[in-house]
């Protein structure tokens, strides 16, 4: 099993800037990937950045150049730095990760963290 807890979300004012962090527990041992979703009311979970093993990264077009994702050396703790916040940026924002198992992946999500960002 595997445990992911966000933290770091908050009110900020439209152009500010927050981080956000995903600790994982458990086994965690071999992952494949590890991503930041968001999700509002009435939407699709979206994915907002990725980054895999051997860390290449993957961003949505519309927080390009704006949000950075990384990880610790450990990759226990994934961070999503967000930067030139905008209004449209406010979601739920969710820790998802994948691991590779003998025969399957294995899918993991946190309990997500709230962004508002106000004009």
């Known amino acids: 099993q595997v445990q992911l807890v966000e933290s770091g979300g908050g009110l900020v004012q439209a152009g500010g800037s927050l981080r956000l962090s995903c600790a994982a527990s458990g086994s965690i041992d071999n992952i494949y990937a590890m991503s930041w979703y968001r999700q509002v009311p009435g939407k699709k979970r979206e994915l907002v950045a990725g980054?895999?093993?051997?860390?290449?990264?993957n961003y949505a077009d519309s927080v390009k150049g704006r949000f950075t994702i990384s990880r610790d050396n450990t990759e226990k703790t994934l961070y999503l730095q967000m930067s030139d916040l905008k209004p449209e940026d406010t979601a739920v924002y969710y820790c998802?990760?994948?691991?590779?198992?003998?025969?399957?992946?294995?899918?993991?999500w946190g309990q997500g963290t709230q962004v508002t960002v106000s004009s």
């Open positions: 980054i895999m093993r051997g860390s290449s990264t």
């Open positions: 998802n990760v994948i691991i590779d198992g003998l025969r399957m992946r294995y899918e993991y």
